[in-house]
């Protein structure tokens, strides 16, 4: 039959109005002109975190996207015959996680070391380096965690009764250290000598105590210590990536590395790259820890973004620094409740911070700030007004640790499209010694994330690993209930977030973080296919269980890269949920 163009406008117009009206109802209709699928996901619960289809029961995928979001007959229509099917049976998928501020590059730099289980027994903590020193002689002359700065008092004659060798004893917190005789020497800390950075403390007669009180400091000796090696993150690296696919991340923001490392770190992630071994999209940054490390942050952010650009890597980001409540280094608007003639040290001062923030937007790089305090909070905030007033529109803006956000500032978040960076474990319900730090009045509003929430303020989850706990499902359930499964009460329960909220704030909110949101952080068609099946539907049980939740499937870009062991069968070879391969540094994590 011959078409006139009367006709040809015709079917258009019909076609249009189709379109339009499934539009309009939140009908997804596959956008690609594909003939057969990949793989196609059948019987499932997709909680997509789109608004416009926030639920779906079938998910079809082409080489590395998403290419039909809808019900199993519309899916079942993309099967030929070298589709690979699963069949679900009824279990929930959400988009791939993705963190706001995680450190998986220095958790592979130092996974050399050795890992001390925390603890605040200076003797524990001491022994376990003797027994490490005894039992690996030729291993890295570090360790990281026991406690946090501040807690407990080790000293250098401490450490030099274990060994003569330049040795570094990392907080769990990554924001101090403890030192030895040798080392000091080796990084010229002596009597009365100025270093480049804060946090070397000093008796009153200008000795050094082998204390350091800052991040700054503890980096600055690893840095010169040369303690971290290129060869043990080509090893490791792949490791700690398993680990994260293995909580069902496929996305991180990396919140810096130690200045002056970043060279050997970046190489080594590139290479893992290109022999197609890194699973996991990471959004690296560059950090400025002091305002002496500003200079060449510039130059290392000028040399390494246009060389690290793919969807996998890219570094695109300044990360300035701050301190933390354990060691008296974060900025507060009060002084100290435990320490009243103190408020925190002035980090960046403002003039030097609003200068850098202008010219790190103006050069198109991101900027994430470690601000726990809420002076702190304030300065960035301040900072980031000036970037906004100044037309720097595109700069994605970030504020992270934010524990202490002053009620004044909430509403500043949404006026100046700044995400927050929010935690739970360890951080929703403060310990004692934080409690101590701040006083019953500041902790009214510790980390106040309803009242954000409620004024439009974008959240994204994260842990802060290795500092806390990785796990993104414990996280969740200690943001909706404000306490952790050991604890009996809830700290201002009232702040909680919704199960919708808490998942939002752990994938479009970050990925919008990360400039990530187009391609992640939600289920739907265009989209990369990211995606992760869970053991147990959380919206189906008691928020006190969604720490049970184990992701027992975990895919990017279309790719399986994660499966777990559970009880039940493989529906069809090559989508299966039963092959052991958990990996990680924490194998045992959800046993």
Same mark, same amino acid.
């Given at each position: 039959?011959?078409?006139?163009?009367?006709?040809?406008?015709?079917?258009?117009?019909?076609?249009?109005?189709?379109?339009?009206?499934?539009?309009?109802?939140?009908?997804?209709?596959?956008?690609?002109?594909?003939?057969?699928?990949?793989?196609?996901?059948?019987?499932?619960?997709?909680?997509?975190?789109?608004?416009?289809?926030?639920?779906?029961?079938?998910?079809?995928?082409?080489?590395?996207?998403?290419?039909?979001?809808?019900?199993?007959?519309?899916?079942?229509?993309?099967?030929?015959?070298?589709?690979?099917?699963?069949?679900?049976?009824?279990?929930?998928?959400?988009?791939?996680?993705?963190?706001?501020?995680?450190?998986?590059?220095?958790? !592979? !730099?130092?996974?050399?070391?050795?890992?001390?289980?925390?603890?605040?027994?200076?003797?524990?903590?001491?022994?376990?380096?003797?027994?490490?020193?005894?039992?690996?002689?030729?291993?890295?002359?570090?360790?990281?965690?026991?406690?946090?700065?501040?807690?407990?008092?080790?000293?250098? !004659?401490?450490?030099?009764?274990?060994?003569?060798?330049?040795?570094?004893?990392?907080?769990? +917190?990554?924001?101090?250290?403890?030192?030895? +005789?040798?080392?000091?020497?080796?990084?010229?800390? /002596?009597?009365?000598?100025?270093?480049?950075?804060?946090?070397?403390?000093?008796?009153?007669?200008? /000795?050094?105590?082998?204390?350091?009180?800052?991040?700054?400091?503890?980096?600055?000796?690893?840095?010169?210590?040369?303690?971290?090696?290129?060869? !043990?993150?080509?090893?490791?690296?792949?490791?700690?990536?398993?680990?994260?696919?293995?909580?069902?991340?496929?996305?991180?923001?990396?919140?810096?590395?130690?200045?002056?490392?970043?060279?050997?770190?970046?190489?080594?992630?590139?290479?893992?790259?290109?022999?197609?071994?890194?699973?996991?999209?990471?959004?690296?940054?560059?950090?400025?820890?002091?305002?002496?490390?500003?200079?060449?942050?510039?130059?290392?952010?000028?040399?390494?973004?246009?060389?690290?650009?793919?969807?996998?890597?890219?570094?695109?980001?300044?990360?300035?620094?701050?301190?933390?409540?354990?060691?008296?280094?974060?900025?507060?608007?009060?002084?100290?409740?435990?320490?009243?003639?103190?408020?925190?040290?002035?980090?960046?001062?403002?003039?030097?911070? =609003?200068?850098?923030?202008?010219?790190?937007?103006?050069?198109?790089?991101?900027?994430?700030?470690?601000?726990?305090?809420?002076?702190?909070?304030?300065?960035?905030?301040?900072?980031?007004?000036?970037?906004?007033?100044?037309?720097?529109?595109?700069?994605?803006? /970030?504020?992270?640790?934010?524990?202490?956000?002053?009620?004044?500032?909430?509403?500043?978040?949404?006026?100046?499209?700044?995400?927050?960076?929010?935690?739970? /474990?360890?951080? +929703?319900?403060?310990?004692?010694? =934080?409690?101590?730090?701040?006083?019953?009045?500041?902790?009214?509003?510790?980390?106040?994330?309803?009242?954000?929430?409620?004024?439009?303020?974008?959240?994204?989850?994260?842990?802060?690993?290795?500092?806390?706990?990785?796990?993104?499902?414990?996280?969740?359930?200690?943001?909706?209930?404000?306490?952790?499964?050991?604890?009996?009460?809830?700290?201002?329960?009232?702040?909680?977030?919704?199960?919708?909220?808490?998942?939002?704030?752990?994938?479009?909110?970050?990925?919008?973080?990360?400039?990530?949101?187009?391609?992640?952080?939600?289920?739907?068609?265009?989209?990369?296919?990211?995606?992760?099946?869970?053991?147990?539907?959380?919206?189906?049980?008691?928020?006190?269980?969604?720490?049970?939740?184990?992701?027992?499937?975990?895919?990017?870009?279309?790719?399986?890269?994660?499966?777990?062991?559970?009880?039940?069968?493989?529906?069809?070879?090559?989508?299966?949920?039963?092959?052991?391969?958990?990996?990680?540094?924490?194998?045992?994590?959800?046993?």
């Amino acid at each position: 039959m011959n078409r006139t163009p009367h006709m040809m406008h015709h079917r258009m117009k019909m076609l249009v109005q189709i379109l339009l009206v499934a539009f309009v109802l939140g009908l997804t209709l596959p956008v690609m002109a594909v003939e057969h699928a990949d793989r196609v996901a059948i019987n499932g619960k997709f909680y997509t975190v789109n608004a416009e289809q926030p639920w779906a029961e079938a998910v079809a995928v082409k080489d590395t996207d998403i290419v039909y979001v809808g019900d199993n007959e519309g899916a079942k229509k993309l099967i030929g015959p070298d589709t690979i099917v699963g069949d679900l049976q009824g279990r929930l998928v959400l988009p791939g996680l993705v963190s706001g501020h995680e450190h998986p590059l220095v958790t !592979a !730099a130092f996974a050399a070391a050795l890992q001390l289980e925390y603890s605040e027994d200076k003797d524990k903590m001491l022994k376990a380096v003797a027994d490490y020193i005894k039992e690996r002689p030729d291993a890295a002359r570090m360790s990281w965690g026991g406690s946090y700065e501040g807690r407990v008092e080790i000293y250098r !004659a401490d450490i030099d009764k274990i060994t003569t060798e330049p040795f570094v004893m990392i907080a769990a +917190s990554g924001h101090g250290a403890w030192v030895n +005789s040798s080392a000091l020497e080796a990084l010229g800390v /002596t009597k009365g000598k100025k270093m480049p950075v804060d946090g070397f403390e000093y008796k009153e007669d200008g /000795t050094p105590t082998g204390y350091l009180s800052t991040s700054a400091a503890a980096m600055y000796a690893v840095i010169q210590l040369e303690l971290i090696q290129k060869d !043990a993150l080509l090893e490791n690296l792949p490791e700690v990536i398993a680990m994260y696919n293995s909580y069902g991340f496929t996305a991180v923001y990396d919140a810096g590395t130690p200045p002056g490392a970043e060279p050997v770190i970046f190489d080594a992630v590139s290479e893992i790259e290109k022999q197609g071994k890194l699973n996991l999209r990471i959004s690296a940054s560059v950090i400025a820890q002091r305002p002496i490390h500003l200079e060449r942050a510039f130059e290392i952010l000028e040399e390494v973004t246009p060389k690290y650009t793919s969807e996998i890597f890219t570094v695109r980001t300044l990360k300035m620094h701050g301190g933390a409540l354990d060691g008296y280094s974060a900025p507060l608007l009060q002084p100290y409740s435990d320490r009243p003639d103190y408020s925190g040290p002035v980090i960046f001062p403002v003039e030097v911070r =609003n200068e850098a923030s202008i010219k790190a937007a103006k050069l198109g790089y991101d900027i994430h700030t470690h601000v726990i305090g809420d002076r702190a909070i304030r300065e960035a905030l301040d900072s980031f007004e000036a970037i906004r007033k100044a037309g720097l529109d595109d700069v994605r803006l /970030t504020t992270g640790h934010s524990s202490m956000v002053h009620p004044e500032d909430e509403a500043r978040y949404k006026e100046y499209n700044v995400t927050l960076n929010t935690y739970a /474990t360890k951080n +929703s319900v403060p310990d004692e010694t =934080n409690e101590l730090r701040i006083g019953p009045e500041r902790l009214k509003y510790w980390h106040a994330n309803r009242s954000l929430i409620n004024k439009g303020v974008r959240l994204a989850m994260s842990a802060d690993s290795p500092t806390a706990p990785l796990d993104p499902f414990l996280q969740i359930e200690v943001s909706v209930l404000r306490k952790e499964p050991e604890q009996d009460s809830a700290l201002h329960p009232e702040q909680g977030l919704t199960l919708e909220e808490a998942i939002y704030a752990y994938t479009m909110g970050p990925a919008y973080q990360i400039r990530g949101n187009k391609l992640f952080g939600s289920i739907e068609v265009g989209k990369r296919a990211d995606l992760v099946v869970l053991s147990q539907n959380l919206f189906e049980v008691k928020p006190e269980q969604y720490h049970d939740t184990q992701a027992i499937l975990t895919m990017l870009n279309g790719r399986i890269v994660h499966e777990a062991s559970i009880d039940w069968d493989s529906p069809i070879e090559d989508f299966r949920f039963d092959a052991c391969g958990t990996g990680g540094l924490d194998h045992d994590h959800k046993k």
